[in-house]
């Protein structure tokens, strides 16, 4: 109880600073109304010991005489209040109404100011200085100090008056996060094949959009591998699939991957996500891990094109691969953005928003003074209500799932669609 | 009168003690913010104003003629019985008679549509004038309705407060000039008035019930809930000089100010509304304003200076955890500019939005919002229900413009008067720019609040008018706390005003 002196002491004496009674009880987790006391009481045994020590300013609340009214009412007793306060120094036309004032004022103008008062209700030291406190609105640095203490958390206990009906809107950040996440891995099997096949990128987005609803819910599968059969020439596509496979390939045959991709639950699908994000990964320029991923997919490309046969490519690929996989995910959300066609930022309550890449006309003048159509890319943000209703669970539970499924990525169903696709052609 | 010696050693002036302190907790607010104002969200622009002003003669009409039968039906005047006429230009010569329609005032300084384009001006710049009245009696007061025009003269004009687009009955004769004589004006007066807690469920205070019917002295009775309003907290990047006093406000409404008697009597305040305003207008000094031709793409902190929302947001934030507020936005407020403006968006406020309504989902539509927001940034003007109240409140730009029309500092009979047309923006669409309504006129009040406010006005000011059927009407003008340092405070139950003044 008594480190209060101390802190002051040390504050106030030694570092000059002027300390509020709210900044008092943040620090000290005291209750206001403790540090207001403890205020007043370092104030009065500073100054006891020598007087001019420390300088408080003082919050007074209560009834000021009405102005016009004569100052004949000395005694400041109740009957004098009532009186004075419905005195008629208002027009007629407005009520006159019991108004209160709320004053800082430093110890030295305290006298005078009382005096001006009928009534006081409420007085207390609002801050201490070492030195007297000439403009109150240098005050204000004294009293946002609180800010800088984060208040919100301990303040409750701290403050008198509390609100237990108190409503927030449950913070969608988090969940948030993990559907962006799931939505944009989601997203990337579309955005990539319709990268690499040219006859894919005129398509429009809405369909783009509502693939990834389904691919969302649980259907995924379908559509990665129907775009497959188009972009099939691509090297890196097939590179890619072959990778996929390599785990699969040992035990499991074609024959079981057809139905799978039919019924795939959540598991295959997200594995279809997450190889799906690792292709997508080629890209992002940024970051060391990708460019050297980028070279050894294009050697792995080149070694596809010589060479027809997938399981020496597996081979070959298999230590590279799989372990940069497990490194690179954490950093792979974001230079994954740069590249999607869209990236879903929120997807609550059915409604999703987000951004989505276009093309824009430009028309600029140049120095000449000729006007220059361009085109150029960039992010148009969209919102729109379509959504699965199946995306609910999935956003709930979206994050550890996300990851929990990582280890599972090898297993046998997802890994089979795409062999099946392969083995198909 | 109070000396030093007196409070000494008491209350908080004394040695902090062991005492526990007991912890106050704030009553709820029951509140329900109606979607009177809102606009659609595919709002369009392209429709014409005059339909406005048809709704609005359309709406009221019925009640103004109601009135003015029942006051002059079988009024005689030398002779002559004043028969009631449809349309303004049926007004026969000569014949004493009365007709409903539109107030249209022609004043010299009232800017225009019409000069605009004859100057080949565009883009209109808001109002600079302060009034539209020139002192030389260039005004001229007409009366309109969809077949024509007509002009009004008489000295009983004088009597009124007149301004463009309210609806009045005017009771005289043609002259010569072919000008009206009005000898008598009436209005629709104020609209029916719902009962207390119409939209909303009271609370169930059976307790207390028994305790009055048992033992009335034992239990002491509830303090009465208040409700908070403070208008132009104006949060500026560069005025500082009231930075204090916003300060002390906070501490004030938070209730950690003052000392334990006075703490539980704010403890009452249920609801804080803040009526417009709540970010200066960037000053002519503001280093942001100033014109540079350097251009930079995207985001310049040196032309914007974001310090006003975020101190509003840390404002709200802070009040938040102990209060529940309604923001009206103002006309210095990022919002739509023309009438009614809607909500402040939720973008602004990165730490306090988590209190506000969550979006309605898609399939829902807008009237689905189950409960307000903890927060709830409504429109302006705003018609809630808070305790059981209607509430009618403004952000003031209605009772500005009102003001450029009247040679008056009477705002509270200009408030009264807008009751009495039944118009809360009879000056919308002419000179208050307003959104083009086509279906629907909402600046006539359908319901006769229990409370009016206005926010952003100069000074203070309440009073209480009736209807002759027995309603009353709360009105009170929001002085703007830049200036004048007041708050008001209302008493839930009896809707009894008080302010209160911060100095520091």
Known sequence: MESYNKFLAENVLTEDKVITYRFLSRTLQVHVNTAKQMLYEFHRSQNAKRPGAVHATYLVYGTKKATSAPSESQNGTDGDIEMTSSAPEVESLADVVPASTLCLVSEEQLKDNLADYEEVTSIHVYSIAPHPTKDMALLVDAANQVLSLNASDEGKNLASITNPRVRRRERQGVALKAAAASAAAAVKPQAKPAFSNVKEESKPTQPVQETVAKALSSGLTKKPASSLKRGGNSGIMQAFSKAATKPTKVNKEAEAATPSSEDSSLQPMSDDGEDDDEMSQPKPRAGPGFRTKRQREEELRQMMEEDDEEEEAQEKEETPEEEPMEEEEPPAPEPVKEEEAEVVTTSANGRRRGKRRIMRKKQIMDDQGYLVTIQEPGWESFSEDEAPPPTKPKTTSAAPPAQASKPKKAGPKGQGNIMSFFSKK | ?504
């Not at chain 2, 913010?33 to 429709?47: E, G, M, V």
């Not at chain 2, 719902?194 to 009055?212: A, F, I």
């Not at chain 2, 908070?228 to 204090?244: H, K, N, P, Q, R």
């Open chain 2, 1 to 504: 009168m109070v000396t030093l010696d007196e409070i000494a050693g008491t209350g908080l002036l004394q040695k902090p003690s062991d005492t526990p302190i007991e912890s106050l907790e704030r009553p709820g607010s029951d509140y329900k913010s109606l979607d009177t104002f809102a606009l659609p969200n595919d709002r369009q622009y392209k429709q014409q104003f005059a339909d406005i002003y048809f709704l609005r003669l359309t709406k009221i009409r019925p009640a103004v003629e109601e009135i003015a039968t029942a006051a002059w039906q079988d009024t005689e005047l030398g002779g002559e019985t004043a028969t009631k006429v449809d349309r303004v230009l049926d007004v026969r010569q000569g014949q004493l008679c009365w007709v409903v329609g539109t107030v249209y005032m022609d004043m010299p300084l009232k800017p225009s549509v019409l000069e605009d384009v004859s100057k080949d001006r565009w883009i209109s710049a808001p109002t600079t004038s302060d009034h539209y009245y020139d002192g030389a009696g260039g005004e001229s007061v007409m009366l309109e309705d969809d077949s024509g025009r007509v002009r009004l003269v008489g000295s009983v004009l004088k009597d009124y407060f007149l301004v463009t687009g309210c609806i009045i009955a005017v009771m005289g004769t043609e002259n010569s000039n072919g000008e009206f004589e009005a000898i008598d004006l009436k209005f629709a007066d104020l609209p029916p008035q719902p009962g207390r807690w119409s939209l909303s469920k009271p609370p169930q205070k059976p307790k207390v019930k028994n305790e009055d019917v048992e033992m009335t002295d034992s239990s002491r009775p509830q303090p009465s809930k208040k409700i908070a309003i403070v208008s132009g907290l104006e949060f500026s990047g560069t005025d500082t000089s009231y930075a204090m006093e916003l300060n002390l406000l906070l501490e004030f409404l938070l209730g950690e100010a003052l000392d334990p008697a006075a703490q539980s009597e704010l403890s009452q305040i249920s609801r804080l509304i803040i009526a417009g305003n709540s970010i200066a207008k960037p000053s002519e000094h503001d280093p942001a304003t100033d014109k540079k031709v350097l251009k930079k793409y995207g985001y310049d902190s040196s032309s914007y200076n974001p310090l006003p929302s975020q101190l509003l947001d840390t404002f709200l934030s802070s009040l938040l955890p102990s209060m529940p507020i309604t923001l009206l936005p103002g006309v210095q407020d990022p919002a739509n500019v023309s009438y009614p403006q809607q909500p402040i968006h939720a973008a602004m406020f990165p730490n306090a939005r988590t209190y506000t309504a969550a979006p309605p989902a898609p399939g829902q539509g807008q009237a689905a919002a189950l409960e307000p927001g903890w927060l709830d940034a409504v429109t302006n003007p705003w018609e809630g229900e808070v305790e059981g109240w209607r509430v009618l409140g403004t952000g003031g730009q209605n009772l500005d413009d009102i003001c450029r029309y009247v040679d008056s500092e009477d705002r509270l009979g200009m408030m009264e008067a807008m009751c009495r047309w039944r118009c809360s923006a009879p000056t919308a669409p002419d000179t208050l720019w307003s959104y083009p309504f086509q279906d629907d006129e909402p600046f006539v009040m359908k319901d006769c609040p229990h409370l009016y406010f206005v926010g952003c006005q100069p000074e203070f000011g309440t009073k209480v008018i009736e209807s002759p059927q027995g309603q009353m009407v709360r009105l009170v003008l929001i002085p703007s706390f830049a200036t004048t340092k007041e708050i008001v405070l209302i008493d839930t139950e009896t809707l009894d005003v008080s302010k209160v003044k911060i100095t520091a």
